[in-house]
């Protein structure tokens, strides 16, 4: 399993700049900030600036990121520093991509996060994540109705029963936005990774 943010959950602001940084090959944190802002990454997840910068020294620090320190600018500025994956970083976005597609409850944001950068996968990769994540949704459904005596009514059970009926609603939405995901890759959506023209 992928290694998870050192802070416990995934965040999706280390998938999200991972994934900026990879496309570009070699940047500095204003050009990463900005290409999440095209994506709108700061609406909807936690890619804010600050955590932006954030990640990108933390990143750095666990040999996940090289710095270059380019030539100052000629208005005077101070030098720039460029960030550029490794491989351990490359293993990581990956790993955390992967993670994210696969696992039945990922936060909203992380979810968004992975599907935005879906492309960044050879097409067979991301079938087989996406179908362990509809297999493992399914499981929960079932596991969810497992113990339920036969003919329940949700709706006398009172506020457990609008939790069990929260849960199951959950799963199907889930398990039916997968597979629409999976139809979609299958049919030839998307220009994946080693397909003519990945990103």
């Known amino acids: 399993m992928a290694s998870e943010d050192r802070e416990g959950s995934m965040k999706p602001v280390r998938l999200l700049v991972l994934?900026?940084?990879?496309?570009?090959?070699?940047?500095?944190?204003?050009?990463?900030?900005?290409?999440?802002e095209s994506w709108g990454a700061h609406e909807w997840s936690t890619a804010t600036s600050g955590s932006v910068y954030h990640a990108l020294k933390s990143m750095a620090g666990q040999g996940l990121l090289v710095t270059h320190e380019t030539v100052a600018s000629e208005a005077g500025g101070p030098p720039r520093?460029?960030?550029?994956?490794?491989?351990?970083?490359?293993?990581?976005?990956?790993?955390?991509?992967?993670?994210?597609?696969?696992?039945?409850?990922?936060?909203?944001?992380?979810?968004?996060?992975?599907?935005?950068?879906?492309?960044?996968?050879?097409?067979?990769?991301?079938?087989?994540?996406?179908?362990?994540?509809?297999?493992?949704?399914?499981?929960?459904?079932?596991?969810?109705?497992?113990?339920?005596?036969?003919?329940t009514d949700l709706a006398t059970w009172g506020p457990v029963g609008e939790v069990l009926s929260l849960w199951l609603t959950t799963a199907d939405a889930g398990a039916q936005w997968t597979d629409r995901m999976i139809r979609r890759l299958?049919?030839?959506?998307?220009?994946?990774?080693?397909?003519?023209?990945?990103?």
């Open 19 to 36: 994934g900026a940084l990879r496309r570009r090959g070699r940047a500095h944190g204003y050009q990463v900030r900005a290409d999440l």
């Open 81 to 151: 520093i460029e960030y550029e994956l490794t491989q351990e970083g490359e293993r990581e976005y990956l790993a955390l991509l992967g993670q994210a597609l696969a696992d039945r409850e990922p936060s909203l944001d992380v979810l968004g996060a992975a599907v935005g950068l879906i492309e960044d996968l050879p097409r067979e990769r991301a079938l087989e994540l996406l179908r362990e994540r509809a297999r493992a949704m399914r499981e929960w459904r079932a596991s969810i109705t497992a113990y339920l005596p036969e003919g």
């Open 186 to 199: 299958e049919e030839g959506a998307f220009t994946m990774a080693g397909e003519e023209e990945s990103p």
